[in-house]
């Protein structure tokens, strides 16, 4: 089947701390991955996304590269801010079909 | 223009009531879905509908029923409500493989 597996949090960060949340994922097919983000009291916005293998998504310092071999799309920054504090979904679609696959979300908080 | 919207954003009844969450999206998307996100932030899909193609998530109580009027549409029925019914329930839409785009979410209290 198709899944998606982050780590759990919550994750709590200081200011200009590195940041690395793990996704991995288990696919029938070639998916395009996503990472999401929902600030507080909002909805999920799109934060980056890579659509095949050795990809790097970015996206406001965020960086994810699609690793094909170890199935995995982890999230980085080298330098967290407050306003980075959120929640992260990481997220799988399939290239045959509509469906979207997303993990439990992996909630942040970096304090100053 | 607000791209996927949903209606009411807040949502407060008593338990064993009957109530409905619409949404709708301007983007020509054939797929849209509900989704649950609970206390812990989990978000998990309820339903997706592609093309009149209702796929189900065999957890999802059957009180819980899509109704899609057409492609822009993706409205939630729920009935009886219960406590556990608590949660916030988003509305989400893709084409393909492309991004989805959510909602901003309904808040659902039952009491």
């Known amino acids: 089947g198709n899944s998606v597996t982050q780590m759990e949090g919550p994750v709590t960060l200081s200011e200009e701390a590195f940041l690395t949340i793990n996704c991995t994922y288990t696919?029938?097919?070639?998916?395009?991955l996503f990472w999401y983000v929902q600030y507080p009291g909002e909805g999920l916005q799109l934060l980056l996304k890579?659509?095949?293998?050795?990809d790097k998504g970015s996206n406001k310092g965020f960086e994810a590269t699609y690793r094909k071999e170890t199935t995995s799309f982890h999230l980085e920054k080298g330098s967290v801010q407050v306003s980075d504090s959120a929640v992260y979904f990481c997220?799988?679609?399939?290239?045959?079909?509509?469906?979207?696959?997303f993990g439990t979300g992996t909630s942040l908080t970096v304090i100053p | 223009d607000t791209a996927v919207s949903q209606t009411p954003k807040y949502l407060v009844t008593q338990m064993g009531n009957d109530k409905s969450i619409k949404c709708e999206q301007n983007?020509?998307?054939?797929?849209m879905y509900w989704y649950k996100q609970d206390s812990k932030k989990f978000l998990k899909i309820m339903f997706s509908?592609?093309?009149?193609?209702?796929?189900i998530n065999e957890t999802v109580p059957n009180r819980f029923s899509p109704k899609s009027p057409d492609k822009a549409h993706l409205n939630l029925h729920i009935n009886s409500l219960e406590l556990g019914d608590s949660a916030v329930y988003f509305c989400?839409?893709?084409?393909?493989?492309?991004?989805?785009?959510f909602g901003q979410g309904t808040r659902l209290t039952v009491v």
């Open positions: 696919a029938t097919g070639y998916p395009s």
């Open positions: 509908y592609n093309n009149k193609e209702l796929i």
């Open positions: 989400a839409s893709s084409q393909g493989e492309t991004q989805a785009f």
């Open positions: 997220a799988l679609s399939l290239h045959t079909g509509n469906q979207f696959y």
């Open positions: 890579a659509t095949k293998a050795d």
């Open positions: 983007l020509g998307h054939d797929t």
